[in-house]
């Protein structure tokens, strides 16, 4: 089987898309990545070296969700349709809406990783306001989700979301994102610190709420503070033990979780959660505020706080740091649950299976 995948570079689609396309690789599945978003650099394609006969083709074409991206949209489209038409592949594997609509015969799914208007939903408690560029933003998601022979989901919670902004797709799946186990240092000596990771400029993340509030530990926030195309920062300032990190290639963000006792999974909003997933593999003891995703993910193990309150996660995050038993006992659980239930294998194996029904035209 030859598959078509699209992918971005800016955020967790670049995470799922590594190890998703290196899991289909070794199994023998051909496969054409196409980048959007920028160009990736050298450090963060490294991972392609071991995979042979992968065809990777990366462009810097705006995203869906970039303002101003319409002119971007239309000209990536008639590239994947060109693109398509030369590789011939038997299946598309769409990391963005706006692609399900694309003019080719070819069957495709469509993966809702995240979108404006439920994310704008939970920042700012409604919808977004009416403007021509959220009628286009919704108009493109739309007609994707319907080009799409199955729609999926990484959580059943976000694919209710799509059910209530844009109606119920005629075929929907969920499946759960997946790491590789052994791409994680789950038994270094940990430091009694906290770590979290994300996009400082995303008041999604929830970052600033680490900083509401003094910790009596080191905190280390790692993740780009400023937003593609902007021309200032988050501008968020260090408080007490705090120290920004800044963006950080993979190997030394592997290194990051390797040595922190504690993760602070401080979002909002969140479709799924592949920071916290990586952190888990880690074993560190999971901090996480109280969202039906992760409750959905992790059910009973971590230590949750109330979403967007500075005093309840500072007292989750003095319980697990002053208690070394409570904190060896949260990372165990986390880090069990996280191979029971996350593998990039079982991921893999889920698509896969995908893949060939829809490509034999099964329903499901």
């Known amino acids: 089987m030859h598959v078509l995948i699209t992918a971005d570079t800016v955020g967790g689609v670049w995470t799922s898309a590594r190890e998703l396309v290196t899991g289909l690789i070794r199994r023998g599945v051909r496969v054409t990545l196409v980048s959007m978003g920028a160009i990736p650099s050298a450090g963060e394609t490294a991972w392609m070296e071991s995979l042979s006969g992968l065809d990777y ?10 303002q101003d ?20 592949p038997d299946l598309l594997h769409l990391n963005q809406y706006c ?12 993966v809702a990783h995240s979108d404006v208007v439920s994310w704008w939903a939970a920042v700012h408690g409604h919808e977004p306001p009416d403007s021509s ?3 286009w933003y919704r108009d493109i998601v739309l007609r994707g989700l319907r080009g799409g022979d199955v729609v999926v989901a990484p959580s059943h919670w976000m694919l209710k979301q799509i059910q209530k902004y844009y109606g119920n797709p005629e075929r929907a799946s969920v499946i759960h994102n997946g790491c590789d186990p052994g791409c994680f240092d789950a038994k270094s000596a940990k430091e009694n610190c906290v770590l979290a990771v994300g996009r400082a400029w995303d008041p999604a993340k929830g970052i600033a709420t680490l900083l509401e509030r003094e910790h009596a530990v080191p905190v280390w926030i790692a993740g780009p503070d ?7 920062s988050a501008g968020l300032a260090t408080v007490g033990q705090v120290a920004f990190l800044g963006h950080q290639r993979r190997s030394r963000l592997l290194s990051l ?8 999974a401080t979002s909002i909003y969140e479709p799924f ?3 916290p997933l990586e952190a888990a593999f880690s074993r560190c003891a999971l901090v996480a505020s109280d969202l039906p995703t992760f409750h959905e993910v992790w ?3 971590p230590e949750y706080f109330r979403a967007g309150d500075a005093d309840d996660l500072a007292r989750a995050i003095r319980l697990v740091t002053e208690d070394k038993a409570v904190r060896g006992r949260i990372a165990e659980r986390v880090y069990e649950r996280a191979q029971e239930k996350y593998s990039a294998e079982r991921m893999v194996n889920d698509y896969e299976a995908l893949y060939h029904a829809v490509a034999a035209g099964v329903k499901v």
């Open 226 to 232: 400023q937003e593609p195309g902007a021309n200032a």
């Open 299 to 301: 059910g009973d193990a």
């Open 257 to 264: 979780f390797a040595r922190a006792g504690t993760y602070a």
């Open 69 to 88: 991206a319409e002119t971007d949209i239309e000209q990536s489209s008639r590239y994947l349709e060109n693109l398509v038409r030369e590789v011939r």
């Open 99 to 110: 692609y399900g609509s694309l003019d080719v015969s070819v069957p495709r799914i469509v």
């Open 133 to 135: 560029w959220i009628d």
């Open 273 to 275: 959660g592949l920071a």
């Open 57 to 66: 083709r990366p462009t810097a074409f705006r995203l869906e969700w970039m």
